[in-house]
């Protein structure tokens, strides 16, 4: 590196490309979710994501390109090479293929030993009268901040690489002779073209097309939710008949008569029986005595 590009380093110079990209790209990204999302298509799971992916290579390329060319021009006073964006796109994705996985083994192994770490200190017979909240909360403060830190390393990994990536592009740009203002006229005119009006009329039918799209297919998936979020259905009480509601009352009534019926007749007969066996008893008594 030559200039100011002496003065940044590697991590400096990842993160001054790497984080202006990230917000350029995702506004556009979310809006292509919604719409995925409107579709039917969930953006997390196939063949959603897939989409997603796919249609944020442009997006990730045209995002690196111009936070890249502003770097170059602001902060570094070079004229950035040639394709720039495409050239750092494909070579951050290797990056990612080769660091991503690593990285991921390491905060997971991270996270499960201090876990356990945690876990075996609250063992101690100190630490065993704490209450549940207590308890909780300062196991997930233990384990919980050494994954932070450790996960802020590989962040800060990671930014080294790309930033390395990016003083590779920076190696082969040439010194910007124009001055300072004319470098703010270029890099200015790299996000707002010269043509204005054209750049509005393209934002604005673009904008509508997509609200359009987004209105189409609203109403053929609301009312299909995904299994995942679907609630057991209600059962619904029949409507009331008042013809076959009064059948039903008489009917029961009537029954109703005629169990009391059977009971009376029941405690009738009964009471006769009792008056006939007392009647008999006497009999028997004054037959005894005589």
């Not at 390393?153 to 190696?171: E, S, T, Y």
């Not at 609200?211 to 939710?225: E, G, K, N, S, Y």
């Amino acid at each position: 590196m030559t200039g100011q590009a002496s003065n940044m380093s590697s991590v400096k110079l990842g993160l001054a490309v790497a984080w202006p990209a990230f917000w350029t790209g995702v506004p556009i990204k979310i809006v292509i979710a919604l719409l995925l999302l409107a579709m039917g298509l969930y953006p997390w799971e196939m063949p959603g994501l897939a989409f997603l992916l796919l249609l944020s290579i442009p997006i990730d390329i045209w995002a690196l390109d111009l936070s890249a060319k502003t770097v170059f021009l602001e902060r570094l006073r070079l004229q950035p090479p040639a394709r720039v964006g495409v050239t750092l796109w494909w070579q951050a994705m290797l990056l990612y293929a080769l660091y991503l996985p690593i990285a991921y083994l390491i905060e997971s192994q991270t996270v499960a030993g201090a876990k356990a770490v945690a876990g075996r200190v609250f063992e101690l017979e100190l630490l065993k009268s704490l209450p549940v909240p207590e308890r909780i909360s300062i196991e997930l403060t233990m384990w919980g901040s050494v994954a932070a830190v450790v996960l802020l390393a590989l962040v800060v990994g990671w930014l080294l690489g790309f930033g390395r990536i990016v003083g590779m592009q920076v190696a082969t740009a040439r010194p910007a002779a124009e001055p300072y203002q004319a470098l703010v006229r270029q890099w200015d005119l790299l996000r707002v073209p010269a043509d204005q009006p054209l750049l509005l009329t393209v934002l604005t039918a673009t904008g509508v097309t997509l609200v359009v799209l987004f209105w189409a297919f609203m109403p053929v998936t609301t009312p299909h939710p995904h299994e995942l979020y679907q609630k057991p259905q209600e059962r619904v009480a029949p409507s009331l008949k008042p013809a076959e509601a009064l059948q039903k009352t008489e009917k029961v009534i009537a029954q109703a008569e005629l169990a009391v019926q059977a009971l009376e007749a029941k405690a009738r007969a009964g009471s006769k029986n009792r008056d006939k066996n007392k009647k008999t008893g006497k009999r028997d008594a004054r037959s005894k005595a005589d």
